[in-house]
Structure formats: C-alpha cells, structure tokens
C-alpha cells in the first residue's frame, strides 16, 4: 500500500464562514469567599457568539469572535440565618479566536483563546432588611480546548434547497478563566438603616476558575 493510499484524505474549504453559537457555562469556584453566593460552588451562564471562518491552510482555519455571557447565582441562608441572601451577576463581553483543525469532514478539535470585560454585581441580604452591595468592573481572559462536531456542507436538504446554505453542529470546550480578584468591601444601599455596616470588608472573591461550555452551533 503507497503512502498516498493512507494519506489523511483532503476535506475542500467549507463555504459556511459566519458561526452562530448559543449555550451554557459552568464555572467552578473553590475560594471560601464564592461560598457567600453559591451552595455548590458553581456559577451557571449563558453564552452567545457570532464568529467570521478565516481559512487558512486546510485542514487549519481560524475564527475570529464577539460574544457576551451573562451568569447569575443565588446561595440562600448562610451564617447561621444572619444573611438572608447572596447573589452573584456577571456580564461578559468579549473578544475571541479559534483555531479549528478539520480532523474529518464532521468533526473538528480546536482551540480558543479570549479576552473581555467583566461587569460584576454581589449583593448581601441580611435578616433585618438591609441590603449590602458591591459593583466592580475588570478585565478577565480565557483559554480552553475542545471539539466540534457538525453536519456536512450540503447535508441538509429542503424542497427548495435553501437549507443546503446551513450547516448545524454542537461544541463541547473545558478551559480556565481567570482575571484579578474582587475586593468584597461591600456597603448598604440604603443608606438610613439601622445598623451601619459601610465599607464592610468580607476578604476578596477568586476569579480565576475552570470551565465547561457547551454550545449549540449554526454555520452558513
């Protein structure tokens, strides 16, 4: 058998080039701070992102992207009722590139890389009806690995063809995320309350955790 036999067959450039991506995030957070706002550690989010496919040398081809992602989390009760409440919310905008490698015509390992804004709120209920807040604004980056899998150019068929433009797939990425931490010094909001707590230092809260994505993904 010639080495041209078991060559890794070529796979011709894909004209899908823009990718529609929408899914969910799972962060996982170990700091004892985290435990003010999450039961479990996690803080789940959503996740949406267009990208534009620039090919390079096949099978290799690289896509730039703009995405956000918004995550909340809510922890309940702790220390022992005298918090009634703690939230967590986050929106990420950011910037991202992939590198994808075509290993088949249906599946594809690949890499990103990214970075973005990240625009934090914590807020703490306590028994007696006050609130304790604190907002923060930073930069975070990203970098992960993962595989996707999708239908082939041409696969999907309609009476009038134009589902034949349409390309539909799945991502499955773990990575890390991480950017400096919060300083909790948080502060009432309302300003007339009972008991004045202003500029209460609860330590910091770690931002740099692991992460699973997995997105449901339209290419065209």
């Known amino acids: 058998m010639t080495d041209d036999a078991i060559s890794r067959p070529d796979f011709p450039p894909s004209p899908h080039h823009f990718t529609l991506s929408l899914g969910l995030d799972s962060a996982f957070y170990t700091g004892h701070s985290f435990d003010l706002f999450s039961g479990n550690n996690a803080l789940n989010s959503f996740n949406g992102s267009v990208g534009y496919t620039l090919y390079l040398a096949e099978p290799w081809s690289l896509v730039p992207e703009l995405g956000v992602t918004v995550g909340s989390v809510d922890a309940g009760s702790s220390f ?42 914590a807020t703490l209920e306590q028994s007696d009806g006050t609130s304790l807040e604190k907002s923060d604004v930073s930069w975070f980056g990203a970098v992960g690995a993962g ?14 063809g134009g589902l034949s433009s349409f390309m539909l797939g799945a991502t499955l990425e773990g990575g890390y995320s991480f950017g400096p931490a919060m300083d909790l ?8 309350s009972r008991v004045r707590t202003t500029n209460a230092s609860l330590g910091s809260l770690s931002r740099s955790a692991p992460y699973v994505r997995l997105t449901a993904d339209l290419r065209f």
């Open 80 to 121: 022992g009722g005298a918090l009634t409440n703690g939230s967590f919310k986050t929106v990420r905008p950011y910037a991202g590139v992939r590198v994808r490698y075509a290993l088949l015509s249906w599946l594809e390992p690949q890499v990103r890389l990214g970075v973005g804004v990240d625009r934090m709120k």
């Open 147 to 160: 595989v996707s899998v999708h239908t082939t150019p041409g696969a999907l068929t309609s009476r009038t």
């Open 185 to 192: 010094d948080v502060t009432p909001v309302d300003e007339s």
